[in-house]
């Protein structure tokens, strides 16, 4: 697709992911720091949504956690979960604003490919259904893979999350000729999505040196971003490390 036929699409929003401040609680047990404090400063901060994963194990975010964000939070929360009956049951319960399915491997560090949609289309297909009907924005976290896309987009998904993990490995890595053709295909995929009627964001691994080439690309619609800017807020605090992500988000969109 040409440049020409893109609208200007808007403000790049920026969802703030608390998970790891839940991983530091975590760490001694203790009630403290509190990604609920820390939701409602990311908010402050300009955090246009947040963002939290209640995993399997429960090794960061609790179910506690995702209570006391639905009860205080005035943004919108999108509940990163799994396709299981259990993950499916809390979300039917809170109704959070958006729900983003994620691939989830007990044994993995962290979310570490996309999801195979294309392979598990029916299933996929029943499993969003009642949460779609409940009112949550369904997104489906995938890697930059037409078939994938494609798959997404016949299950009935309102949005797509582009995993950009692949993409910033290979940035820390100093594998510039891979990042760029991973880049590329980011942002092809990202036309191509929404050439199919599907909404695009992208996150995982964005850091203030990989955010602007994704930030740039116009249709991406929201930048999920968590475990940088928890590490970053530990050396400049969190509102100043969100502010600077945001400053990235905005000069990139110019
Ligand atoms: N988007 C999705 C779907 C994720 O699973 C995660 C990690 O929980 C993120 C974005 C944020 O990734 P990071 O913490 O690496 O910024």
Known sequence: M???LIEP????????????????????????PDPVRAAKLAEEAGADG??????????????????RLIETLSLPLNFE???????????????????????????ERTTEGGLEVARE???????????RDAGCRVSIFIAADPAQI???????AAVIELHTGAYCDFHAEGKFDERDAELARLRDMSAYAHSLGL????????????VQPVAAFPEVMELNIGHFLIGEAIFRGLTPAIAEMRRLMDEARI
Do not use: W
């Not at 699409?9 to 403290?32: E, F, K, M, P, Q």
């Open 121 to 131: 289309e029916n299933k996929l297909a029943h499993f969003i259904a009642p949460l």
């Open 81 to 107: 979960m799994a396709a299981t009956d259990e993950m499916q049951a809390i979300a039917l319960r809170h109704k959070p604003h958006a729900v983003c399915i994620v691939p989830e491997k007990r044994e």
């Open 150 to 156: 494609e798959a997404a987009a016949r299950i009935g």
């Open 2 to 4: 040409s440049d020409a």
């Open 199 to 210: 909404e695009v964001h992208a996150g995982h691994g964005l850091t203030y040196d990989t």
């Open 50 to 67: 947040i963002t939290a994963h209640l995993r399997e194990d429960r090794r960061h975010i609790s179910d506690t956690d995702i209570e």
């Open 9 to 32: 699409l808007g403000r790049l929003r920026l969802g703030v992911n608390i998970d790891h401040v839940a991983t530091v609680r975590n760490a001694r047990g203790s009630a403290y």
